[in-house]
């Protein structure tokens, strides 16, 4: 019966007014009006994907130093056979890690600044949130060492405390560090669409949620968290993709010579291998492509982006 | 142009635009600054050749460049170029620097792939006379010539090796100490194929654990049991981590996370300032040589400015240059001509601090056996080097 309300209420799936150009009108005069916008949208981001995806196809030719055309998938092989493949599920795999974690760790925080805490403490908390953002993010990344290293606060404060008798060493210098700096920069990225999204909830609606019956606990999971899938995803995306694009995390507090993506990247570039450093991009760009069809079927973003144009 | 500053108001209209129009044309092809400088000869006062310098932020000497400016009537526009070669020469090749830069200084290694690639004019050394000055290993630097053509000038020269704390694991003198079992955990080395694989190249060859020619140029069977040999340690745990650049390297020695590393020498000095006691090992293996080269752009040449380009070369390995670098950075030009310039300059520089750091230098070279393998940010097989390295980075 909640459940029924939300779908009631919910100004998301609420009215089912089409977006899309067709529906919305975009011919003829429409279509015209918004013909600027598609020219920069290829312009800008089509034409040079389809150029990274082309040029993916090239080769580097050791002679000359340079990049010869061909129809090659040479580049295609090379990240298979040196282990780069493993490199983009293990960065994705990090991403996803993060992204869950943040969503845990965000969710409730967001929920406990718009439901419970006062005007005066949200601002402080948001401040606390942004305010290591006014520092570099390599200095905020670094000052990880300083924490979880063998002499850091971290394990001092455990030994003082009689919990470890020596350094804890995975705290540093492994997955653990490179995942707690990566929730780190990127959780208040997942907070503040969350928060305001919730912002965004009519009381009424919680009212009528209450009126009806519902426990605390339905109203969060019938109604707040429908109703804050836009945050949800927005913030989701906002992290996934960050976590996916990282590199100093990785570099500060992770093992010897780990990598990410954005290292590979880097390291190919490094020795001009375009066509290679293409490839990977281009499969980082599809497995996002394949991501975002996946979102749009599951969760149905295309329609969240609808209501949000309307 | 003597006219245009002497005697203005002596010639036609039609003659003093031609004149502006031919000066304009020097500013923008020359880089001829027509303005007065107070301490230049008279001639100087009309001709000062302004020259782009693009470098590792390391080799300007700031205020120094006043002294090129007094005795050349060269002013220098120096921009750092971050030292990482493949940005810089990606930059050479497909963005502006050819059109920004005149001169550059990169670590050596790159100069057959750029000249390859069309981006270098070769140095005439007979209008760089102190060349014949510079010491006879730093001329003999195999990567500074292409075809015979000279294309990198090695204006500094140094040798690294092992950074290491002696309370916690002894006097060090090889290269062992990084991959000693008993050190698991506590080691480590720089996260670039640049460095690591020439060391650890270095190590199994003069230990006689694996038949390598040159550790600085290895062939793919040499690379991939050198690579084979850092990816077994790797998956044993022998390292902690792997650094990168100059704050990371010092906060792993003065935290005392690594107990040993390959690295720079100031390391160590960063590390004694932080309270920390620090060594650098004298390894029996002998030192990684690098040296940073000055590279003469092919824009140089379009833009008539080969020559100043000469003159500055030729300046830089004068004495001055040397002195002013060691002073600001501890680096040594490889000439003896900086203590030379500094006995007959001694109100300038203290002779004594150059002669010091000559020394020490010089004694990197020679006190072990003369071996000495110089770093190459472009072998051969570069290549491949990348794609091993991503094979360590995955294991």
């Known amino acids: 019966m909640v459940a029924e309300a939300s779908q009631r209420v919910n100004p998301i799936r609420r009215g089912g007014v089409a977006a899309s150009p067709a529906a919305a009108g975009l011919g003829g005069p429409g279509l015209y009006l918004a013909l600027p916008t598609y020219v920069i949208v290829v312009v800008l981001a089509v034409a040079p994907l389809a150029l990274l995806v082309f040029w993916s196809f090239w080769r580097y030719d050791p002679a000359t130093y340079w990049i010869k055309p061909d129809l090659s998938f040479d580049a295609y092989q090379t990240i298979v056979s040196s282990g780069r493949l493993a490199v983009i599920i293990k960065t994705a795999r990090i991403a996803v890690t993060t992204t869950a974690l943040a969503l845990v760790l965000a969710y409730p925080i967001a929920y406990f600044m718009h439901r419970l805490a006062g005007a005066r403490l949200r601002m402080l908390l948001s401040l606390l949130f942004l305010v290591p953002f006014f520092t570099s993010y390599i200095v905020r990344t670094f000052a990880w060492r300083l924490i979880l290293g063998r002499l850091g606060l971290v394990n001092t404060a455990l030994q003082a405390l009689g919990v470890i008798q020596r350094p804890v060493e995975w705290l540093l210098f492994d997955e653990f560090a490179v995942q707690v700096g990566l929730l780190a920069s990127y959780l208040p990225f997942m907070i503040f669409p969350i928060l305001l999204s919730m912002t965004r909830i009519e009381g009424s609606v919680l009212e009528a949620s209450e009126d009806l019956g519902a426990s605390a606990w339905q109203t969060l999971r019938h109604v707040v968290i429908p109703l804050t899938t836009p945050g949800i995803f927005a913030g989701s995306l906002f992290v996934f993709v960050m976590a996916l694009g990282s590199s100093v995390e990785v570099q500060f507090l992770g093992g010897a010579a780990e990598s990410m993506i954005a290292i590979m990247i880097t390291d190919v570039m490094r020795v001009l291998n375009f066509p290679l450093a293409f490839a990977i991009s281009t499969l980082v760009l599809a497995l996002l492509i394949l991501l975002l069809v996946i979102g749009n079927r599951y969760l149905g973003l295309s329609e969240l982006f609808r209501s949000v144009s309307r | ?395």
């Open chain 2, 1 to 395: 142009m003597d006219n245009l500053y002497d005697h203005p108001s002596n010639i036609s209209r039609r003659q003093f635009l031609k004149l502006l129009g031919v000066g304009g044309l020097s500013l923008g092809l020359g880089g001829i600054e027509l303005l007065r400088r107070p301490g230049l000869s008279a001639a100087q006062q009309k001709q000062t050749v302004q020259l782009t310098f693009w470098a590792s932020g390391t080799m300007t000497i700031e205020q120094y460049w006043q002294k090129l400016e007094q005795q050349e009537g060269i002013k220098v526009n120096f921009t750092d170029n971050g030292n990482d070669p493949g940005p810089v020469i990606s930059k050479l090749i497909f963005g502006n620097a050819q059109q920004l830069y005149d001169v550059g200084g990169l670590q050596g290694g790159a100069e057959k792939e750029l000249a390859v690639r069309g981006q270098l004019e070769p140095w005439d050394e007979s209008k760089i006379p102190n060349y014949k000055t510079l010491w006879p290993w730093a001329r003999d630097i195999p990567y500074i010539r292409y075809q015979g053509k000279l294309y990198g000038i090695p204006t500094v020269i140094n040798a690294d090796s092992v950074i290491y704390l002696p309370e916690k694991v002894g006097k060090v003198d090889t290269y062992a100490v990084v991959f000693d079992p008993k050190l698991k955990g506590k080691t480590a080395m720089e996260d670039a194929w640049i460095n690591s694989a020439i060391f650890t190249a270095i190590y199994l060859k003069e230990n006689n654990l694996q038949k390598i020619g040159n550790p600085g140029n290895l062939t793919k069977d040499e690379l991939g049991a050198v690579m084979e040999f850092l990816i077994k340690k790797k998956k044993d745990g022998q390292f902690r981590t792997f650094w990168n650049g100059w704050e990371q390297g010092v906060q792993l020695v003065t935290s005392q996370e690594v107990w040993a590393m390959t690295g720079w020498e100031p390391i160590v000095y960063a590390a004694r300032r932080a309270g920390v006691k620090a060594d650098y090992a004298v390894p029996k293996e002998g030192y990684e040589g690098w040296s940073n080269d000055l590279l003469l752009f092919k824009g140089a040449g379009q833009r008539g400015r080969k020559d100043a380009a000469h003159r500055f070369a030729n300046w830089e390995l004068g004495g001055y240059y040397g002195n002013a670098l060691g002073k600001l950075r501890g680096y040594m030009v490889p000439t003896d001509n900086n203590v030379t310039y500094a006995k007959a300059h001694p109100q300038e520089w203290p002779m004594q601090e150059q002669k010091d750091l000559a020394d020490h230098v010089k004694s990197k070279f020679f006190s072990m056996k003369g071996a000495i393998y110089w770093q190459n940010v472009r072998p051969d097989n570069f290549q491949l080097y990348e794609e091993w390295w991503q094979k360590l980075r995955n294991a």
